[in-house]
Structure formats: C-alpha cells, structure tokens
C-alpha cells in the first residue's frame, strides 16, 4: 500500500511539475507573442481556468506528501519526502502572497480597463512563477530519490 502512495503521490507532484514548466516557458511565451490584446485576454483566461484548479492540486500534492512522510516514517528516505513536504509548503505560501494577489487582478483585466502598468504586474508574476517552478522541481526530484 505505500509503494502505491508513493507512485500517486510522485506522479500527481510530477505531473502538477510540467503544468507549471508549460505555463513558464511555453504557455506564457506563446501568450506574449500574439498581436495586440490577444496576449493579455489568453493570460487573464488561463488566470481562471488555472486558478480554480491549482490551489487544489497544490494542496491535494502537500496532503499526498504529508500522508507519505506519516506512514513511511520509519522506512528508508522519509527526510527527503518531508523536505518535499515543506518545499511544497514554500510554494503554497509563495503563491498565496505573491502570484494569486497579481493572478486575481490578470483574471478580471480587459483591454478596456487593465491598468497601465499591467505588462509589469505580469512580468513580476512570470519571476515569482520561475522561483516557484524551481521550488515545486525541486520537491519533485526529492520525492523521486526517496523511491529508491
């Protein structure tokens, strides 16, 4: 039963990982390539579509993390499982301070009524979302040492 744990859990941290990196380097390059406002329309629709769903695959990934390092503790690797763990707290705590307060505003922007500085708001979003894909890849390749 644990070795399922942690497959699940590797594999929802693992894949939650490579939505986040096509965000960073393939979603948001593409976005901010298009003509005129279609660039900032497609951010402000992957604002909510991606802010319904992540806050639960972030928190179901920290769970699955914490439910690993709970019935594996004594077994080979729990450190590295709850080092994941709080690197995934990081990323949580990351997000909540500094990507969703600048994502709730993207969600709701228009051409007619963004504001002026809207392309710095997103450039400030896409650094923070690069140290936060460093954090979430991190507690990924941590989550896989500890499988072996």
Known sequence: MLNALQVVTTVVVGVMVGVEFSVAFVINPILNALPEDSG???HAHGGRMLGAVMPFWYIGSLVLVGIWAAAGWHHHGTGLV????ALL???????????VPINNRNKTWTPENRPEDWKEQMTRWDRFHYVRVA????AFVLLVTALA
């Open 135 to 138: 954090v979430i890849i991190a």
């Open 82 to 85: 709850v080092t994941a763990g």
């Open 40 to 42: 900032q329309l497609g």
């Open 89 to 99: 707290i990081l990323s949580v705590v990351m997000s909540l301070l500094l990507l």
